[in-house]
């Protein structure tokens, strides 16, 4: 039976499929949008979805992930894996098979827990880097809407803004001063000037000005273009072909105990070589049994599972960071983060919520209140409390005309909310038009704009151009407010215009930012007859002021109770805002800074030499009317003395700062892809709580990294110096090289493991960060691993002495000392569990789910290695009494006490706990 002839393609579809094949760069501009099908408006969501299941994803193709056997293979590619495989091998080869058998089955296990918890944490990676999968601000049916980049259709007209990364090849429809980084396609490290006209078919990717390109960074300016290819058509897709699917879990920590690892390796094959030339020619040993002995004793005191464990520490600590929405893209950020001793953050939308509302309006003539909150467009117009009609103040509708205009936001209303999307202070400014009662997209229709000059850090400004009927075109520019009363000559008046008081206009400006508010100003130019287009020059003379507007943006709630937490924790807080100083101070005093926190400003911090600005950097909390690059600045002055800096940033220009700092950190909504791509973490929420709260999970890794080494190289260091201490001292052996295999087999895994989930202990965030750069191994933990591996030693030599003494036969005593080496091992654990604090606690009694698990799993595992007739087979055990039973347990809880009563003894003389 044949199938229907599939449909014929028409010619846009065709030319679509195509995409990168065209040459897009020598078409006009109405040339591509025909040829794509693409309305003025953009295209209607409903066509928007037929493309995408049509051409599929806008994403480049991924790069093939190992397989399944692969990854498990992977897990014996390990020196340590080695060496107990090359021993296993050994001990088979002199026929003995049940060692030889043991061994494989830790080899395996360890094997498949790697395995198991390696997929589980790329897969939580994966998922976690899809949450800051990048955006694209596009115009569909018309409006303006933001959608995933793995959205974008060919035929979408996608809109460009300074910091943005171009989500697919465009081809230019509008360029307003755009510059576009092009190096990760052309090398060239200077921003490309972008243009409309068409370029030769014939022109490099370098010199396509008429395009661009997917994977390039916006660097100024703003920008309309029409995707013409998208996922592997574009260049990007061509050149590149495959992406890495996963981030490779390691950090320098990690590769740091991977070769302390193998160093520890190498010494103890070097002891064990050592032990057994002693135990055959010094203890005459036979030479099998010697070597059978020094596999145990290899066993015993090779951290195998140590790597694993530690990156699987730092995984979980990822995720739980991504709970809390703070989200890691470069796992050594998470070793760093328990060490910051420095956060400067931006105060908008981090440390304030970002709801902005205009609550006042000033003019020559009068200062009128402005009711509601949000973004909704509900509330009246007050003068000295009284409600007033708006049509009788026409300087307030032009300026809130002015508002509305010079505008690049939209305001949309979801389940009776409204939301503003763009810039939160344009969506403020577009509610507060409605409510003086102007009709957005009316508006915006009768007064076309024409040209417009992009906000910039560096001029403060934003201009638009705007076309009238009847009447010549009008220029209408909003700003800094200090920086709009200096370009203006005039201020608007009921009866006409006037001569500008500065003065009085700073004044008001100052009292208006003291309150907490943030004003912005607003002026127009009518422009001569005719005109089309305008230049920085136009909008910065002949304006007319027509007053300010003052916003609100409360504080979070919760930023106070965070910031409070950075003081006790010994972490110093900076805010850096470009709004006014007196802003900047209210709104430092709402957060909780102290009433005597020092001020200054972007302008006073250029007037100082390097040393002053060093110390003035260290002395002040609040920066105000900051540039981006005085970021970069204050990073390096703060890192001079070894403090580790985290800080926050949203724009391209904020890129070298974040670069710079120990941790720079991006915003997850207001930020740019150009800001995100240049930091270790990025915040989902945009909430400087969530920045404590990762601070706070990275000195919980830390700790949890520090537990596990000291868990587990004192429990092997304790098992191995009791074979070597038994040969030295001519005893028989307390413990088979067999059931140092077992020990190793069930609590390296079900034991150790437990500590990568460990909570924060108690007052984490009450003390002082850590210093950069401090070895993990610090004499404090040295000490420790020798200390507690003596106690080890001494218990199980006290057990089988013990043992002995009451006649018991010889693998009865050993049954016993394999289980007070568990035992121990268990006990010690809940110690271990509490670095900076005691044990003996309720809390610290109860464990955790995972511990309570791990320690049900070993306690089983022991019942059945204690009296199961197969293991008592296998293993040479004998049952055991309820007396010799509460022997075992008594050696566990002494263990416990006198590493207690250590930590107690140490804290009291100073050296931690």
């Known amino acids: 039976m044949s199938s229907a002839a599939a449909p014929e393609k028409s010619e846009t579809e065709r030319d679509t499929e195509r995409g990168a094949e065209r040459d897009w760069h020598a078409l006009e501009a109405g040339e591509a ?136 090849d465009l081809r230019l429809v509008k360029a307003n001063n755009l510059r576009i980084d092009e190096a990760a396609l052309t090398g060239e490290s200077v921003p490309a000037d972008k243009a409309l006209a068409p370029v030769a ?65 190498i010494a103890v094959l070097a002891g064990s070589a050592l032990v057994f030339l002693y135990a055959t020619y010094a203890a005459h040993y036979d030479a099998a049994y010697a070597f059978m002995i020094v596999i145990g004793l290899a066993v015993s005191a090779i951290p195998e599972g140590l790597p694993a464990v530690m990156t699987i520490t730092l995984a979980a600590g990822v995720q739980r960071m991504a709970r809390r929405n703070a989200i890691i893209r470069r796992l050594p950020a998470v070793e760093t983060l328990g060490a910051v001793s420095i956060i400067c953050t931006d105060k908008t939308g981090t ?111 934003m201009a638009t151009l705007h076309a009238r009927e009847d009447r010549p075109p009008v220029t209408y520019v909003k700003g800094a407010p200090e920086r709009i009363v200096e370009m203006c000559s005039r201020v608007a008046a009921p009866d006409g215009e006037a001569e500008i008081d500065p003065v009085f206009w700073q004044r008001r400006i100052d009292e208006l930012a003291a309150a907490g508010q943030r004003v912005i100003g607003l002026a127009r130019r009518v422009m001569p007859e005719g005109c089309e287009t305008i230049t920085q020059e136009d909008a910065e003379e002949g304006l007319t002021l027509l007053g300010l507007v003052a916003l609100i943006d409360p504080p979070r709630p919760e930023a106070i109770s965070a910031i409070e937490e950075c003081r006790a924790a010994g972490i110093s807080v900076k805010m850096i805002t470009g709004d006014h100083a007196e802003t900047a101070k209210a709104i430092a005093r709402q957060l909780g800074f102290s ?61 070298p700062a974040l670069k710079r700092a120990d941790v720079g950190v991006a915003m997850g909504n207001k930020g740019t892809e150009a800001a995100k791509e240049a930091s270790e973490m990025v915040l989902a929420d945009d909430n400087f709580a969530s920045i404590v709260a990762a601070v706070r999970e990275g000195r919980t890794v830390y700790d949890n990294l520090t537990k596990v080494i000291a868990w587990t190289l004192p429990t092997n260091g304790g098992e191995a110096l009791t074979i070597i201490l038994a040969i030295i001292l001519g005893l028989t052996l307390p413990v088979t090289p067999v059931q140092i295999l077992w020990i190793n087999l069930v609590t390296a895994v079900a034991l150790g493991l437990t500590l990568a989930f460990e909570p924060a202990e108690p007052g984490v965030m009450k003390r002082p960060p850590r210093l950069a750069g401090a070895p993990l191994l610090s004499g404090r933990l040295l000490w420790r691993i020798v200390f507690v591996s003596l106690v080890m030693v001494t218990g199980t030599l006290g057990i089988y002495t013990f043992a002995t003494m009451r006649g018991l036969p010889l693998e009865a005593a050993r049954t016993m000392v394999v289980n007070a080496i568990v035992v121990m091992e268990i006990f010690y654990l809940f110690s271990v569990r509490y670095v900076h604090g005691t044990s003996l606690t309720l809390q610290g009694v109860l464990g955790t789910r995972a511990v309570l698990i791990g320690v049900a799993i070993v306690t089983a595992a022991q019942f059945a290695f204690t009296y199961l007739p197969f293991m008592q087979s296998v293993f040479e055990t004998r049952a055991l009494s309820l007396e010799e039973g509460l022997a075992v347990v008594a050696a566990g809880v002494v263990l416990l006490l006198v590493v207690e009563i250590e930590k107690r003894m140490a804290r009291a003389l100073g050296f931690g706990g």
């Open 595 to 655: 009433a005597e926190a020092a001020t200054t400003t972007g302008a006073a911090l250029d007037a100082l030499d390097d040393g002053h600005f060093a110390r003035r950097a260290r002395e002040v909390s609040v920066f105000a009317r900051t540039s981006p690059e005085h970021k970069l600045r204050l990073v390096e002055a703060l890192q001079a003395d070894g403090s580790v800096i985290a800080m926050t940033g949203d724009g391209v220009n904020d890129a």
């Open 351 to 461: 440390l304030t919520k970002n709801e902005m509302t205009v609550r006042a309006a000033l003019t020559a003539s009068a200062q009128i209140e402005v009711e509601g909150a949000g973004y909704a467009p509900e509330g009246r117009f007050l003068v000295d409390g009284e409600a007033i009609d708006i049509a009788a103040y026409p300087v307030i509708e032009e300026l809130s005309l002015a508002g509305l205009l010079c505008n690049d936001a939209q305001l949309t209303q979801q389940d009776g909310d409204w939301h503003a999307d763009g810039d939160p202070m344009e969506g403020a400014l577009l509610s507060f038009a409605l409510k003086a009662g102007h009709d957005i997209g009316a508006a915006r229709a009768r007064f076309a704009r024409l040209d417009e000059v992009p906000f910039d850090a560096r001029h403060r400004y």
């Open 33 to 168: 949008l025909a040829a794509l099908g693409t309305p003025h408006g953009g295209l209607s969501p409903d066509e928007a979805a037929r493309r995408l299941a049509q051409y599929g994803p806008n994403r480049l193709p991924e790069a093939k992930g190992r397989s399944a056997f692969t990854r498990f293979l992977l897990q014996f590619h390990n020196l340590l894996i080695y060496v107990l495989i090359g021993a296993g091998a050994l001990a088979a080869a002199i026929g003995h098979l049940t060692d030889a058998a043991v061994i494989a089955l830790v080899v395996v296990v360890n094997a498949i827990v790697g395995f198991i918890q390696e997929g589980r944490a790329e897969e939580a990676l994966g998922a976690i880097r899809a949450m800051i999968d990048p955006h694209a601000s596009v115009l569909r049916g018309g409006r303006r809407a933001t959608i995933a980049a793995g959205d974008v259709v060919p035929g979408d007209l996608v809109l460009l803004e300074a910091g943005d990364r171009v989500p697919a």
């Open 201 to 265: 078919k014939e022109a490099p990717v370098g010199d396509r000005f008429s395009m661009a390109f997917s994977g390039t960074f916006v660097a100024a300016g703003q920008g309309i273009g029409v995707a013409v290819a998208t996922g592997g058509h574009t260049e990007l897709g061509r050149i590149s072909g495959m992406i890495g699917a996963v981030e490779k879990l390691t950090t320098p920590l990690v590769r740091q105990m991977d070769g302390f690892a193998r160093q520890v390796t």
